[in-house]
């Protein structure tokens, strides 16, 4: 089989190649988006080439000849989508994709809106799902008004990765952070209560609104733990009904220590960054997927859900953090029976694009950050309701 990467992120695109190896599946990548390329380095890559997206509103068409032609040359039966950018691109043009089968993917439209912070938190509320007391601020002047206890959560409407969020402790620090002059330029932003407790991960495929496979989990230290929560798939079931979820996404949850309950922070829309931890613990989002893509029924035997009644921890699948939990001793015995067929050993058994990718952040070359693209694109000339 072979299957299309259309990536903007080499690193949910790296660890797309290694699951797919382990699939013995060949895979090729076109990138849309400036980065460092590091995934082109990997053993698991059959083919990288590079067709980047431009404002205009033919940049879409350009890339939609570019996979077309690319798909038909090569023969792809699936393209799979990576990355923000990559993963809305292709929701953008999937009806003209003409050579092969679209890994399961919402409209355009949807993933803007569940991407957009304030857009999903009025979901959340609209539907009754426990969500933290969230401020729309616009400017500066509306701090006044505010209405929050402290500490507060401040983040952009739609950037991911942690980027631009900090917690702030009182008003006067708020006031101040706003009104830098730099960070006026970045308004609107939202303010959110501060919930004491602990991240979770809720990760799901669904299609047409009907949950298929989850996994909850947390990070500990040298783990990802996997357990069952009721409240949390509640939840799940909740938001992929209301909004006739297809595709995957990773959804950021806190538990709140306090009240002992859990409240929705935010949705990626898209293959999160350690979706491998997902797949070393059996449940293989990006082979399920494909089985849909391609119009196949998922077989019983193939695993949808947690199924542990005590948590489970499975080791980092990142590299640096495997090695480091391997040299401390943290997993070493259980880890050595499954070097073939485990997604970290496989990661430490591709090393190039990690050693690349090292080189290209230090010498800090671009920003590869694909939001604020996505955001140039729907200004200027792609038409998505916000």
């Known amino acids: 089989m072979n299957i299309l990467i259309v990536s903007s992120s080499d690193g949910i695109t790296l660890s797309l190649l290694r699951c797919l190896g382990l699939l013995n599946i060949r895979s090729h990548v076109i990138s849309v988006w400036e980065s460092s390329g590091s995934s082109r380095f990997s053993r698991f890559c059959k083919n990288y080439i590079s067709s980047l997206i431009t404002e205009s509103s033919q940049g879409a068409e ?23 950018l990559g993963t809305f691109l292709v929701a953008l043009i999937k009806e003209k994709l003409r050579y092969s089968s679209v890994f399961p993917i919402n409209s355009a439209e949807k993933i803007y809106n569940l991407n957009n912070k304030w857009q999903f938190y009025h979901l959340l509320r609209q539907h009754n799902i426990p969500t933290p007391e969230t401020r729309l601020i616009e400017t500066p002047e509306q701090i006044k008004s505010l209405n929050l206890n402290f500490p507060v959560i401040v983040k952009p409407l739609d950037r991911g990765n942690g980027y631009g969020v900090k917690k702030i402790d009182s008003i006067v620090d708020l006031d101040g952070y706003i009104s830098n002059a730099s960070q006026v330029n970045n308004l609107p932003i939202l303010v959110q209560e501060y919930i004491f407790g602990y991240d979770v991960l809720l990760n ?39 909004c006739n979820y297809s595709g995957v996404a990773n959804f950021d949850i806190r538990f709140d220590e306090r009240s002992n309950s859990v409240k929705v922070i935010e949705c990626n829309p898209r293959f999160w960054a350690s979706f491998g931890a997902s797949v070393s613990y059996g449940i293989d989002f990006v082979n399920l997927g494909i089985l849909l893509a391609q119009g196949q029924k998922l077989p019983d035997n193939l695993k949808k859900e947690v199924t542990c009644t005590e948590p489970e921890k499975i080791p980092y699948p990142s590299p640096s953090q495997f090695i480091k939990g391997l040299l401390l001793g943290k997993y070493p015995f259980r880890a050595m029976k499954k070097i073939s067929s485990d997604l970290a050993w496989q990661s430490i058994l591709d090393p190039l694009p990690n050693i690349y990718e090292k080189i290209w952040n230090r010498l800090g070359i671009v920003n590869t950050h694909d939001g604020v693209m996505l955001n140039k694109l729907l200004s200027n000339s792609i038409k998505v309701k916000s």
Do not use: M
């Open 204 to 242: 799901i495929l669904a299609e047409n609104g009907k949950l298929l496979a989850w996994t909850i989990n947390r990070r500990v230290p040298y783990f990802f733990e996997f357990f069952q929560d009721e409240n949390i798939l509640e939840i799940a079931h909740k938001i992929v009904d209301s």
């Open 62 to 84: 350009k890339i939609t000849d570019v996979i077309n032609d690319y798909c038909k040359q090569h023969k792809i039966d699936v393209i799979i989508p990576s990355g923000l």
